[in-house]
């Protein structure tokens, strides 16, 4: 028992030796510390100062409290320098010594940071709440922009060129239509699938190649009608066939197939063309000896066959049939030319001194000379008004003018800024 004794008194003693050196070895770190401070360098002090507290594990020197409040408020850390100015008043007795005096004159200068402190914290925090306001704000504009400018969106999958009537073909899926610069639908694309637009017609068609409904717009007029059925005009015909360009002169040319004659519809009196007096024709044809004779049948022969002659597609030409339905050709009755359709397969009505005609399937102009074009001057005209269609990157397209210099949305006669000048008009 008595051996325990001994040793627990040893051990209490060594501890003491231990912790009395911990504290010396503190001290002089303290000391160091002071030094360095006092000498302007700052990272050497504060160096000096982490290393005392490694062994001063609780502060009961003023010295050590007052370093550590003076390095503390050197790098800012307020909060730590008021603590620690606290504990050096706790342990500084003596209140009129010069560094009492300069501790209070740092004490107050700790309290006035943290207050200004504060005061910027709570600057901080109102100008985030602002801002934060602010961008709800121009969240909740911006989708009020985003659910008007939907509104603006046009139900098409393409747009063609517009002309000087402000109009053009538009694609929706399958068919075809008419819209105006405005993204006002004249024609609902519902029922067509091809479109002429030519000379101020736009000619719709149920199929490209074997039409069996027409529908005309005439752009001046903004007026629309459908063409008569096929069967009006050759009840044999089976459909419109091979469809021509429309004219100026409102004169529009079609070929039905297993029809005997061409079809030429007058588009401003909405009716077809009335045939010539084939008879009283031909003999004046024979009289000047455009053709050799023609028969009881008022066929004409040419170089020993015989064919039907159709009806006038004005400067001079007309069709040429053969086994009453089949397209042989084209005369020219001025000077007897004849244009075979295995190279001119087509000609269209004559207007404004050129037909259309389709030549190894290449559409040129030609005059009544036989001089080829080729182009020709669309009278249908240019767009010169304001609106550009533009697809967006979903691919869904919108109407844009320039209004008063800057570019707004439109649709019919409503306009919608673009975002940004929505949101500066908003935040006025």
Not at 137 to 147: A, E, G, I, K, Y
Not at 159 to 184: P, R, V
Not at 401 to 423: A, H, I, R, S, T
Request: proline share 2%.
């Amino acid at each position: 028992m008595k051996s325990l004794f001994i040793t627990f008194f040893l051990l209490i003693g060594i501890f003491s030796i231990h912790s009395q050196t911990e504290q010396e070895i503190g001290s002089v770190y303290i000391k160091r510390a002071e030094e360095s401070f006092k000498e302007g360098n700052m990272d050497e002090a504060r160096d000096y100062f982490k290393k005392a507290r490694q062994y001063i594990k609780e502060i009961e020197d003023s010295k050590v409290a007052r370093i550590g409040a003076l390095l503390s408020d050197d790098i800012g850390d307020y909060q730590k320098a008021q603590i620690l100015t606290k504990r050096y008043f706790d342990l500084n007795p003596e209140k009129s010594t010069d560094e009492y005096l300069e501790m209070l004159e740092l004490y107050v200068h700790i309290e006035e940071a943290l207050e200004a402190k504060k005061i910027e914290q709570i600057k901080i925090a109102e100008e985030q709440i602002r801002e934060e306001n602010k961008q709800k704000r121009l969240d909740s504009l911006t989708n009020v922009w985003t659910q008007r400018s939907n509104m603006f969106y046009l139900n098409i999958d393409s747009i063609g060129t517009f002309n000087q009537y402000n109009i053009a073909i538009y694609k929706l899926e399958d068919h075809i239509g008419l819209m105006d610069h405005l993204g006002q639908v004249v024609i609902e694309a519902n029922t067509y699938k091809h479109a002429l637009d030519y000379d101020g017609y736009v000619l719709f068609m149920d199929d490209k190649i074997k039409p069996t409904r027409l529908f005309c717009y005439n752009a001046s007029t903004k007026k629309g009608y459908q063409l008569p059925s096929i069967t009006q005009f050759d009840p044999q015909a089976y459909d419109y066939g091979k469809v021509m360009l429309p004219r100026a002169n409102g004169l529009l040319v079609a070929y039905p197939n297993n029809a005997s004659n061409v079809l030429i519809f007058n588009l401003n009196a909405q009716e077809f063309q009335k045939g010539l007096d084939k008879k009283e024709y031909l003999k004046t044809l024979k009289k000047n000896d455009i053709i050799e004779k023609y028969n009881n049948d008022l066929q004409i022969k040419i170089e020993k066959n015989w064919y039907e002659l159709g009806d006038a597609l004005g400067g001079g030409i007309h069709p040429l049939y053969e086994h009453k339905t089949k397209l042989y050709g084209f005369l020219n009755t001025f000077n007897g030319t004849v244009y075979t359709s295995n190279y001119y397969s087509h000609f269209g009505a004559f207007c404004n001194g050129k037909f259309q005609i389709v030549e190894n399937n290449k559409h040129l102009w030609m005059d009544v000379e036989g001089l080829k074009y080729e182009d020709n001057e669309n009278e249908s005209g240019a767009y010169s008004g304001a609106s550009t269609f533009v697809k967006d990157n979903t691919g869904k397209y919108k109407i844009v003018q320039k209004v008063d210099g800057k570019n707004k949305l439109v649709y019919g006669d409503e306009q919608l800024p673009m975002l940004d000048d929505f949101l500066a008009q908003q935040s006025n």
